[in-house]
């Protein structure tokens, strides 16, 4: 039997053929499916049973120790030998220092937090996407060239990814001659904005740069 699936966790997938929508989800799985002549009925039974037992989403809360044990058991009970993923920082962190214990080489794919990967950590590696600290990069032309602004808010999440990404941005703007006039963290899972921007809008600054999840 030749039958492979190659699985990605989403918050929303969909499927679409010459521009037309054929199926879509929203919090679940993407998989790539490939079939041979060889495989039959049997073959396909057992592969979607052992897909339907995947434990992918198991710390999809955000939880650090929830991180913590699952790369224990990724580890220790199903006896894999590398680790891939990580969504937030601190669940990443976590993941990193964890996978250096027991000595099982991590690829962080997406947990952004500059200090994980530098903590010396032999095990640990990072994958395409940049640090926080870079995230900043790509949009400097835009903002010297079209914005031009002489002053700055920064509003971030109080947590490894909005700390770091934070960090980059004041230095940036330091760089630049531009003047930070309100530099403010929020705690994770905050619901009321309202003071807070009521200050920012005060300061009349001349460009907002917001660190923050989709749901803030």
């Known amino acids: 039997a030749v039958m492979r699936a190659v699985i990605q966790r989403v918050s929303y997938g969909s499927v679409s053929v010459e521009d037309q929508l054929i199926a879509q989800i929203r919090h679940g799985y993407v998989i790539l499916l490939g079939v041979g002549p060889q495989d039959s009925?049997?073959?396909?039974?057992?592969?979607?049973?052992?897909?339907?037992?995947?434990?992918?989403?198991?710390?999809?809360?955000?939880?650090?120790?929830?991180?913590?044990?699952a790369t224990e058991k990724?580890?220790?009970?199903?006896?894999?030998?590398?680790?891939?993923g990580g969504y937030s920082s601190a669940c990443t962190n976590v993941i990193a220092g964890t996978s250096q214990a027991l000595n099982t080489p991590f690829l962080i794919?997406?947990?952004?937090?500059?200090?994980?990967?530098?903590?010396?950590?032999?095990?640990?590696?990072?994958?395409?996407a940049a640090p926080a600290s870079k995230y900043t990069g790509a949009f400097w032309n835009m903002v010297e060239d079209v914005i031009k602004p002489k002053t700055a808010a920064l509003i971030y999440e109080n947590t490894d990814f909005g700390s770091s990404s934070a960090k980059g941005f004041r230095a940036d703007c330091e760089k630049r001659g531009?003047?930070?006039?309100?530099?403010?963290?929020?705690e994770h899972g905050a619901i009321d904005f309202k003071p807070m921007?009521?200050?920012?809008?005060n300061t009349n600054a001349d460009m907002i740069f917001a660190v923050s999840y989709v749901m803030d």
Do not use: C, P
């Open 41 to 69: 009925d049997k073959e396909a039974a057992a592969l979607a049973r052992k897909i339907a037992m995947l434990r992918i989403f198991e710390d999809d809360q955000g939880k650090q120790d929830v991180a913590k044990s």
């Open 74 to 84: 990724l580890v220790n009970q199903n006896k894999v030998a590398l680790l891939s």
């Open 109 to 128: 794919v997406t947990g952004s937090s500059d200090d994980i990967t530098k903590q010396g950590w032999q095990y640990v590696f990072r994958g395409t």
């Open 178 to 186: 531009i003047s930070v006039v309100f530099d403010q963290a929020y």
């Open 197 to 201: 921007l009521a200050n920012m809008r």
